[in-house]
């Protein structure tokens, strides 16, 4: 299988008051510019280049599963958003968690996973962040909070057995596995350390307890994923998903 690959870059325009005392920034402008073949190589830059591509191309080339289908990720449900949800749970086996719930911000999935063999330069382009798994505490109250800020967020994927319903923008039902989320009730919940610390709209989730962040190599999100993939290989299994309702956006 051949893969064509357009690179897309962003150019800045920064804009710069000097004064004797200090510098200010008035205005930041940006385009993105699409590398592809209308650009001319550059073979004396190929060439200095030859030796680390090879280094790369050993590091990112080699197989880890194989997917069902071809995914994406967009809004408000996709498949691919919530195979990364339902990972974040299922990375609790790794660190003796037992997570209910997971979370995961859509901007933080940069590429889509192709039918058939995926290879890490597939998940490090998917997930090319360094942020690492957290696990966190929080009440149902809490949880429906969490659920009504984020209905405004940069989008978000969750795992299997949420059900939210949101009309004209506003939080209209949450289910958790059929059942009606218990205000007193502890969860669980599975994310990354970028979104525990309440960043893209999560704000609840910075007053999770019982917060538990791996820091060894291998709780970055990328290798975890990578994890998955390998496991689901061994059983002789393709990694598929669904979409299932779990969040469903009426007008």
Known sequence: MIRKTAMLT?????TLSVTAQHIKVKSVEHERILIDSRYAADKEGEEVLKPYKVLVDSLMAPVVGHTAKAMASYMPESELANLIADIMVWSGKIYAE????????????RASLPQGAVTLGDINDMSPFNNKISYGTLTGRQLTTLFRQIAT??????????????EKGQLASLTFNGKEIDPEGKYRIATNDYLMHGNDGFRELANATFVVSPQD????IRDIIAAYFRERETNGEKVDAEKEGRITMEK
């Open 153 to 166: 967020s940069y989008g978000f994927s969750v795992s299997k057995g949420v059900k939210a319903v949101y």
């Open 217 to 220: 190599q291998h709780a970055v």
């Open 10 to 14: 962003a150019a800045f325009l920064l």
């Open 98 to 109: 037992t997570p209910e719930i997971g979370f995961f911000n859509t901007g933080g999935v």
